[in-house]
């Protein structure tokens, strides 16, 4: 479930209390974490409500003006339910922590390099670890769409993957592109 930004920072502050989505099926469950931009996302409760019992006050806990605006944010997806998800800020993204931890024994990043050589070894597109945080570190920032080009591969394949790099702590993403974590120029090193 991707939350944006806005609606991001009024959660954290406590303002925003609910999601709604329409959904086939629900992708987030209750007790999930949600790893966004401004931290971990608790997803307290997740209920499918029938369109007539939505309120003006769940619409404002969503952070719409007035029921009718939430009810034509909905319209935008044609076909599934209508679900109502309670949202609360949990923590800071841990990846924040890991991302900035050079100080690891040398054990520690074997697992981290055999990690990557698994990712590599499961890969149909072959070994792709190495280059792609090549390609970041000599491209910080740059699109993916351009990284993607760089590397002759398509861009929600790199986005996938850059993402399998961030929760290993390796990189970190800016609203325009990516780059190397702290940990993971060390990494690279050994690699």
């Known amino acids: 479930m991707l939350?944006?930004?806005k609606?991001?920072?009024?959660?954290?502050?406590?303002?925003?209390t609910l999601q709604f989505r329409k959904w086939r099926r629900p992708s987030v469950k209750q007790g999930t974490l949600l790893k966004t931009a401004l931290g971990?996302?608790?997803?307290q409760q997740v209920d499918i409500v029938p369109e007539k019992d939505l309120s003006e006050e769940e619409a404002r806990a969503a952070g719409f003006e007035s029921r009718e605006a939430l009810l034509q944010s909905l319209q935008k997806v044609e076909h599934g339910d209508i679900y109502k998800i309670a949202v609360r800020y949990h923590s800071q993204d841990p990846r924040i922590n890991l991302r900035n931890n050079t100080d690891l024994s040398s054990d520690n990043y074997a697992m981290l390099v055999k990690k990557l050589?698994?990712?590599d070894a499961a890969s149909k597109e072959g070994a792709?670890?190495?280059?792609?945080?090549?390609?970041?570190?000599?491209?910080?920032?740059?699109?993916?769409?351009?990284?993607?080009?760089?590397?002759s591969r398509e861009r929600m394949w790199l986005k996938l993957n850059i993402r399998k790099l961030?929760?290993?702590?390796l990189t970190i993403s800016h609203d325009v592109g990516y780059e190397i974590s702290p940990l993971g120029r060390e990494v690279l090193k050994l690699l």
Not at 8 to 15: N, R
Not at 40 to 43: G, K, L, R, T, W
Not at 128 to 148: F, G
């Open 3 to 5: 939350i944006r930004m």
């Open 7 to 16: 609606p991001l920072q009024l959660i954290l502050d406590g303002t925003i």
């Open 40 to 43: 971990q996302i608790e997803i």
């Open 117 to 119: 050589q698994r990712l």
């Open 128 to 151: 792709w670890t190495k280059e792609t945080l090549l390609a970041i570190s000599r491209h910080p920032r740059v699109v993916s769409t351009d990284l993607a080009t760089k590397l």
């Open 166 to 169: 961030k929760n290993m702590g």
